[in-house]
């Protein structure tokens, strides 16, 4: 039976919550598999909107088994957090397991990603400031605490005491910070630990068995796959993988690449990114700014769901997600916020880059570069049609359909879901990914 991944295709942000939660109902496990909480997936569906940051977006069905794998950098104070907020609107987290591998986030990890950032002064990343890359950087290093040493504190004590030895030599003696006080680390983690003990488990075995037993297991991605560590746009990356490779989404949760199914892309119809970095095809006309502040009035513009940061808007780069089709192994893409595109005249996807006067259609991996390219566009007629109640594909406006199918013969990938709105029943399945 089908694990299916789903992956964000380009920067983050491509409404991969939303694809979860409305995949998730044929679903038995939900997992993250990377990254922290720098990600944030919105979900609107029936019991309200909700902004999540580690908790998976199967958590609205009661019966699911929703995980948090071992390639999750988890914030204990975060989670926690989330599951009293999630608690507190009725939705029942107790089917929720923590696996015991996962790397926290300490307080030296956000400390050290501020310090870092400032330090890099102009060429800052632009992380979210959560301590994740930090966090990554002490598991690589093999120094990182793990969900298990927070639950007894023979094990907790003498792990912070030399990790945060040595990261207050880094704090203090490179970037002139003040040193973090040992004793409350001690005790505030022993704490949470204390809270989430309850739902601490064993990831692989259980997603083992759901697949032995024929049931469906979603893997939830965060960010996007042009942000991964090795395929992304280096160095402005975040410090996991985001992509499906089978580094990524295997990894994460314990899981094998042949036991993996099915890899579904998930691409907005246009482009954004929030940070720095290069972005060939971003703009700074009138079009970013309606685009941006498409649905804005209720909160829903593009803007970072963890930061708030105005998301930088460009077309839809077909060179880039081509790339990213390709080293994920997409078998399917769910292509988001069409109806974003309902108001405009014509629409704009960049074919191919133009390098020193060549013409290349692939991403060059030096950022400098990239920087430097110019893309090629070709321009479609707009539809000028409210696509929000539109259910199937045939019903959709004919320029709609057409930019479809370009999408489909430049990323050479079908597009099995269209997303025409942020609720769960705004879709057309043009094929059931289940
Ligand atoms: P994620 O990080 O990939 O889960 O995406 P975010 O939640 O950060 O950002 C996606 C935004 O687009 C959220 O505000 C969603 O509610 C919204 N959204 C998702 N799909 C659609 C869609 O098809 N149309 C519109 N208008 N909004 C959507
Ligand atoms: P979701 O899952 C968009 C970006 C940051 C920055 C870079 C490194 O909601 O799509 P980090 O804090 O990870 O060290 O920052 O990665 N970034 C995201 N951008 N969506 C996300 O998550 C992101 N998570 C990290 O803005 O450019
Ligand atoms: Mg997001």
Redesign the pocket.
């Known amino acids: 039976m089908p694990i299916v991944v789903v992956v964000?295709g380009q920067w983050?942000?491509?409404?991969?919550?939303?694809?979860?939660d409305l995949l998730a109902r044929k679903a038995r496990v939900v997992a993250r598999y990377s990254a922290g909480n720098n990600?944030?997936?919105?979900?609107?569906n029936d019991r309200g909107?909700f902004?999540?940051h580690v908790v998976p977006?199967g958590i609205f069905y009661p019966e699911k088994t929703c995980v948090i794998g071992n390639g999750v950098a988890v914030d204990p104070e975060v989670l926690l957090g989330e599951i009293e907020s999630l608690e507190s609107k009725g939705i029942d987290t107790s089917k929720l397991v923590l696996s015991d591998r996962a790397n926290i986030i300490m307080p030296w990890h956000r400390e050290l990603d501020r310090l870092d950032e400032l330090a890099r002064g102009d060429k800052a990343i632009g992380t979210t400031g959560k301590g994740v890359g930090p966090c990554f950087v002490d598991k690589v290093a093999r120094r990182g605490i793990r969900v298990a040493d927070l639950l007894r504190m023979e094990d907790l004590r003498p792990r912070i005491e030399s990790t945060l030895a040595y990261q207050n030599k880094v704090i203090t003696a490179v970037y002139g910070g003040e040193p973090i006080n040992l004793e409350g680390c001690c005790q505030a983690y022993f704490e949470f630990g204390k809270r989430l003990a309850p739902y601490i488990g064993d990831v692989s075995t259980i997603i083992f068995e759901a697949n032995r037993r024929g049931e469906h297991v979603l893997l939830e991605g965060?960010?996007?796959s042009l942000l991964d560590l090795d395929h992304g746009t280096y160095p402005y990356v975040t410090s996991s993988v985001p992509s499906s490779s089978s580094s990524g989404a295997g990894l994460g949760v314990g899981v094998g690449p042949t036991d993996i199914s099915r890899v579904v892309g998930?691409f907005?119809?246009y482009c954004?990114r929030v940070g720095n970095g290069p972005f060939p095809t971003e703009l700074f006309d009138d079009v970013a700014n309606q685009l941006r502040d498409?649905?804005k009035e209720y909160?829903?513009?593009?803007y970072?769901?963890?930061t708030g940061r105005p998301r930088r808007i460009g077309w839809l780069d077909a060179v880039a997600a081509r790339y990213s089709v390709r080293f994920n192994g997409l078998s399917a893409l769910a292509?988001?916020?069409?109806?974003?595109l309902d108001s405009l005249a014509s629409i704009k996807i960049c074919t191919g880059y133009e390098l020193d006067g060549k013409i290349i259609d692939t991403v060059p991996s030096r950022e400098s570069v990239l920087e430097r390219v110019v893309p090629i566009y070709e321009e479609l007629p707009g539809w000028r049609t409210d696509t929000?109640e539109v259910r199937n594909f045939d019903d959709l406006p004919p320029q709609a359909q057409a930019f479809i199918r370009r999408v489909e013969e430049l990323l050479e990938c079908p597009v099995d879901l269209?997303?025409?709105?942020?609720?769960r029943e705004?879709?057309v399945i043009v094929n059931p990914i289940f």
């Not at 909160?299 to 593009?302: H, M, N, P, S, V």
């Not at 269209?418 to 609720?423: A, D, E, F, L, Q």
Request: overall charge positive; aromatic content about 0%.
């Open positions: 964000g983050g942000d491509e409404g991969k919550g939303r694809i979860v990600a944030g997936h919105t979900i609107v909107e902004k999540l977006a965060a960010q996007g998930v907005k119809s954004t498409h649905g909160g829903r513009g593009e970072g769901t963890t292509l988001t916020r069409l109806d974003v929000t269209i997303s025409v709105g942020p609720s705004q879709a």
